[in-house]
C-alpha cells in the first residue's frame, strides 16, 4: 500500500490549505481501514488531525474541527484535508496514513500501518 501527499508547499495565512492523498495498492473503501492526516509541527510531536473511514464516516481532533474537513474522491481512490483560516502555526509536515483496521484509537500512532512520505507546508504571513 502506498499513500502519496500533493498540494502547494506554501500558502498564505488566512487562506484555506488543501492536500489530496492518493493510494495505491488498496480501496480507501475497503472493510475496515480507517485514513487518516497528522501533522508534526517544527520542534513537536505529531498531531492527529482527523479521518476518513471506509464508509465515509469522518471524525476530527476537537482542537482542530473548527477548521478542518475531510473529504474523499472513490474513482479516484484519493481523500483531501482542507484547513481554513492558516496561521504561521500551522506550518508543518503534513502526512497521509492507514490504520490496522482494528477499530482502535485513530489518535495512537501505533494503530497505523501506511504513511505517506509527507508533505512540508509553510504558511506565510
Known amino acids: 500500500v502506498r499513500l502519496q501527499e500533493s498540494g502547494p508547499g506554501l500558502v498564505k495565512a488566512s487562506q484555506t490549505l488543501s492536500l489530496t492523498c492518493t493510494v495505491s495498492?488498496?480501496?480507501?473503501?475497503?472493510?475496515?481501514?480507517?485514513w487518516s492526516w497528522v501533522r508534526r509541527p517544527p520542534g513537536k510531536g505529531l498531531e492527529w488531525m482527523g479521518a476518513?473511514?471506509?464508509?465515509?464516516?469522518?471524525s476530527y481532533n476537537p482542537s482542530l474541527k473548527s477548521r478542518t474537513s475531510i473529504s474523499r474522491d472513490t474513482s479516484k481512490n484519493q481523500f483531501t484535508l482542507q484547513l481554513k483560516s492558516v496561521t504561521p502555526e500551522d506550518t508543518a509536515v503534513y502526512y497521509c496514513a492507514r490504520d490496522n483496521g482494528r477499530g482502535g484509537d485513530l489518535s495512537d500512532f501505533d494503530e497505523y500501518e501506511f504513511w505517506g512520505q509527507g508533505a512540508q507546508v509553510t504558511i506565510s504571513s
Open positions: 476518513i473511514g471506509y464508509t465515509g464516516s469522518t
Open positions: 495498492g488498496d480501496s480507501i473503501t475497503t472493510n475496515y481501514y480507517f
